[in-house]
C-alpha cells in the first residue's frame, strides 16, 4: 500500500494487489478533507471469453465449459446453465435428481465458505496476515476448516466425478446417479462437519468487527419451503419478484471506465448486494434448523444485514445450513428410477439464476434451431457486487482516514475480503471500441 498525503489533508491509498481474494485486483481509495472522490476496486485479469467460447456448443458442452469458470463454485455454473436449458425445452427431472443436485450445492458451498472463513477472511480478525501464520499459533482451528472444505469437495467427487469442475451434470439428470453405498460412507465425516461448523458459527460470533452501519438493497433467491440454491424467485428488499429466468427484466450489466469487467446495476441504475448477508436477510425462515436455531442464538440478524464485516458469520451460519441439509439429503436418498431424462432441444431464449457461494449468478443463452447456442450471457456475483464494494468503501472510508496507514489499509481490504470476490469470475467480457478519425 502506498499512501500520498498534502498539507490539504488529501490522501490517495493504493493497494496494488489485494491479497486473500480469488483473482487479481487492486484497490484506489482518494480522499480529500474528508471526503472520498474515488474509491475504485480495479480488475486488471484479461477478460476470458466464455460467452464466446460457448458459441456453436450443445446444451451439455455449454454444462462442462461453464464449469472451468471458476475452481471454487463451479457447480453454481452449471446449475444456471442446466435449469435454464431444462426451462426452455420443457424438462422435468426425478425428484431424487433434484435432491442430488441440492446435495451437489450443500458440497460447494461447504468447500467454499469453510475456505473463505478460515483461510482468507479469519486471520483479517485475528491480527494474523495469513492462514499460515494463524496456524503457527491455533493450529486446531485451521484444521478444523480444512477438514470442513475436505468433505464438501468429496461430496463433489462422489457425484460430479472430481472434486473441482465436476463432469456429471447433464441436460435431464446426471451421467450417472450414484448408488446408496456411494453416499452411505458420507454420514459419519458430515456429522463430523456439523459439530465443527457449530464451532465456527460460536468462534465466528465472538469476533470483534468494525464499526459500520448502513442499509444496501439486497437481492436473492427466495422460495417458500427451502433455503435458495438453484430454485425460487429473485426477490429484492425494494420489492422486486421475478422468476429466476428474468433478471434482465430489473438489472442489467455497464461497462465502467478503467475495469476489465462489466458491473452490473438496476434498471434506475442503483447498486445492489448480493451473496449470504442477502440470503440471510431475504430467506433466514428457510435455513435448516440448526441453523436458524444458531442464528437466533447469536442475535446478529440485524448486524448481518446492516454491516459487511459480520457477512463472515453469514457464511458460518450457510455452512451450518449446508452440512445439516447434506446430511438430511444422504439420510433420505433412494437412487432415482433414472439419472437422465429423455430431451428434445428447441430453438429459443434459455435464462436462469441460482445461488453461487457468492451470492446470485445469472445465464442467458440463445439456441437456435439445431439446438447450439448462438449467443450467451453470464452475469457473475462478483460483477453484481463490484458497486456495492465501491459504495461501503466510500462510506466507510472517512472512520479511517485518520488511522496509521497500515491499519487504514487492513480495514479497506478486509471490508472488500467481506464480499469474498471471485475476481476472476468477473472478467468474462470487454466491450472493444476503436475510434478512427
Known amino acids: 500500500m502506498t499512501a500520498a498525503e498534502s498539507g490539504t489533508r488529501e490522501k490517495i491509498y493504493e493497494v496494488d494487489e489485494l491479497t486473500r481474494v480469488e483473482g487479481e485486483g487492486s484497490l484506489v481509495l482518494h480522499v480529500r478533507k474528508g471526503k472520498v472522490l474515488e474509491a475504485r476496486l480495479r480488475i486488471f485479469e484479461a477478460p476470458r471469453y466464455f460467452e464466446q467460447i460457448v458459441v456453436e456448443r450443445t446444451p451439455d458442452e455449454v454444462i462442462d465449459i461453464v464449469a472451468r469458470i471458476c475452481g471454487i463454485c463451479p457447480v453454481a455454473y452449471q446449475m444456471s446453465a442446466v435449469h435454464a436449458f431444462e426451462d426452455l425445452f420443457g424438462v422435468k427431472v426425478d425428484p431424487e435428481v433434484r435432491a442430488l443436485r441440492r446435495l451437489l450445492y450443500c458440497g460447494e458451498w461447504i468447500e467454499s465458505h469453510a475456505l473463505h472463513i478460515y483461510l482468507l477472511h479469519l486471520p483479517d480478525f485475528l ?245 447450439r447456442v448462438s449467443a450467451a450471457q453470464i452475469v457473475p456475483p462478483t460483477s453484481q457486487n463490484q458497486g456495492a464494494i465501491e459504495d461501503d468503501l466510500r462510506r466507510f472510508a472517512p472512520r479511517i482516514i485518520d488511522l496509521p496507514d497500515d491499519e487504514a489499509t487492513l480495514r479497506l481490504e478486509q471490508l472488500i475480503r467481506s464480499y469474498d470476490p471471485c475476481i476472476s469470475c468477473a472478467t468474462h467480457f470487454l466491450d472493444v471500441r476503436i475510434l478512427r478519425d
Open 127 to 371: 491480527g494474523y496476515d495469513s492462514a499460515i501464520a494463524l496456524a503457527h499459533d491455533d493450529r486446531p482451528a485451521v484444521e478444523r476448516g480444512l477438514r470442513m472444505k475436505k468433505i464438501g469437495n468429496r461430496i463433489l467427487e462422489i457425484l460430479g466425478g472430481r472434486p473441482i469442475h465436476p463432469v456429471s451434470v447433464r441436460v435431464g439428470g446426471f451421467s450417472r446417479a450414484p448408488r446408496r453405498a456411494d453416499l452411505e460412507p458420507l454420514r459419519a465425516p458430515l456429522a463430523a462437519a456439523l459439530e465443527d461448523a457449530k464451532e465456527t458459527v460460536k468462534l465466528v460470533a465472538g469476533l470483534t468487527a468494525p464499526e459500520f452501519e448502513r442499509e444496501p438493497r439486497m437481492v436473492a433467491l427466495h422460495h417458500p419451503k427451502e433455503y435458495p440454491y438453484n430454485h425460487g424467485h429473485i426477490q429484492s428488499t425494494d420489492g422486486v419478484d421475478l422468476r429466476p429466468s428474468d433478471w434482465d427484466r430489473a438489472f442489467r450489466e455497464v461497462q465502467v471506465e478503467g475495469s476489465m469487467a462489466l458491473h452490473a446495476r438496476t434498471k434506475d441504475g442503483a447498486t445492489y448486494l448480493l451473496g449470504p448477508a442477502s440470503r440471510i436477510t431475504l430467506d433466514a425462515e428457510q435455513l435448516h434448523p440448526i441453523a436458524r436455531e444458531l442464528l437466533a442464538e447469536t442475535g446478529m440478524a440485524d448486524a448481518i444485514r446492516t454491516n459487511i464485516y459480520w457477512s463472515v458469520l453469514a457464511r458460518a451460519i450457510e455452512l451450518t445450513h449446508a452440512i445439516a441439509e447434506a446430511i438430511d439429503i444422504v439420510d433420505g436418498y433412494r437412487p432415482p428410477i433414472e439419472s437422465r431424462v429423455a430431451w428434445t432441444p428447441k430453438s429459443g431464449v434459455a435464462a436462469w439464476s441460482t445461488e453461487a457461494p457468492r451470492g446470485l449468478l445469472f445465464h442467458r443463452y440463445e439456441i437456435d434451431g439445431r439446438g
